[in-house]
C-alpha cells in the first residue's frame, strides 16, 4: 500500500481553508446581518447600526417626554440611550448615539473649521446616508435608496439627533442629520428629533472567520489522524 503523505494532505488542506477564508471575507458587503436582522454590522465604520430607525415610537425604556412618535430632544436622546443599555437591549450595553465629524472635508460647506451643508459622508449618519443607503441630496431616503434601506424598517423622512455637540455654543445646540435630504446641521438641543441607535463595532462575539478557523482546526486532527493511521497500516 502506498503512503500517505499527512504533511502534504496537511499543507493542501490549510491552503485550502485559508483561500476559503479570504474569498468569504472579500465576498462580504458593507453591511452584515446581526442578531437575525435585528441589528447590522458596518464593515466600513466599524459600528452596528439598529436596524429598527424608530425604537422609541414604540419604546421608551420608561423615559418620559418621548412624542407618540419617536421624538424627543438632545437631553432625553440621551436619557434614552442610557436607559436602552440599563435594559441591556437585545443582549448588548453600550448603545449611542451617532457621532459627528468636525471639521469634515466632504461637507459642501466649510466656516472656521465647521463643517455642514450637504454630502457630509465623515459623520456616522452621513456615511449610512450616502454611502451605505445609496441616498441622493435634497431627495428623501424613504423615496431615493438603493436595496440595502430594505434592511432596516422606520426610517423616518425627518432630522435625527447626532451625539456631538455643537463646539461654538456646546452648552445650547448639538448637531443632526437629515434623512429627509441629506442635510447636516446644527440646531438648539430642545427641538424634538428622531433617535437612531447605534453602538461602536461589531454585536458578534465570535467573528464568523473565527469560528471556521475553529471548525478547521478540527478537521485538520481528523486529517491528521487518518494519515498517521494510513502510514501506520501500510
Not at 477564508?21 to 465604520?45: P, V
Not at 423615496?143 to 463646539?167: D, E, K, M, P, R
Amino acid at each position: 500500500m502506498a503512503k500517505l503523505d499527512g504533511g502534504n494532505v496537511m499543507k493542501k488542506y490549510l491552503g485550502g481553508m485559508v483561500l476559503a477564508l479570504w474569498c468569504c471575507s472579500s465576498a462580504n458587503a458593507a453591511l452584515l446581518e446581526r442578531l437575525g436582522g435585528q441589528a447590522y454590522y458596518d464593515t466600513d465604520r466599524n459600528i452596528t447600526w439598529l436596524a429598527n430607525a424608530n425604537l422609541a415610537a414604540t419604546n421608551t425604556f420608561g423615559v418620559t417626554g418621548i412624542a407618540l412618535n419617536g421624538r424627543m430632544t438632545w437631553s432625553e436622546a440621551n436619557e434614552w440611550i442610557a436607559a436602552m443599555n440599563s435594559a441591556n437591549y437585545l443582549g448588548v450595553n453600550d448603545w449611542r448615539l451617532p457621532t459627528t465629524l468636525q471639521p469634515d472635508p466632504s461637507c459642501q460647506i466649510q466656516s472656521s473649521g465647521v463643517s455642514w451643508g450637504y454630502f457630509c459622508t465623515g459623520s456616522e449618519m452621513g456615511h449610512l446616508f450616502y454611502g451605505e443607503l445609496g441616498g441622493v441630496a435634497l431627495q428623501s431616503i424613504v423615496t431615493t435608496h438603493n436595496a440595502n434601506y430594505n434592511l432596516f424598517s422606520n426610517v423616518q423622512s425627518y432630522i435625527y439627533w447626532s451625539g456631538t455637540v455643537y463646539a461654538p455654543a456646546p452648552g445650547s445646540n448639538a448637531w443632526l442629520f437629515g434623512f429627509d435630504g441629506g442635510g447636516q446641521d446644527n440646531t438648539n438641543q430642545t427641538l424634538a428629533l428622531h433617535v437612531w441607535a447605534v453602538r461602536p463595532g461589531d454585536i458578534v462575539p465570535v467573528p464568523a472567520a473565527v469560528w471556521l478557523f475553529g471548525s478547521a482546526m478540527g478537521v485538520f486532527g481528523i486529517v491528521r489522524r487518518r494519515a498517521r493511521t494510513s502510514v501506520a497500516d501500510a
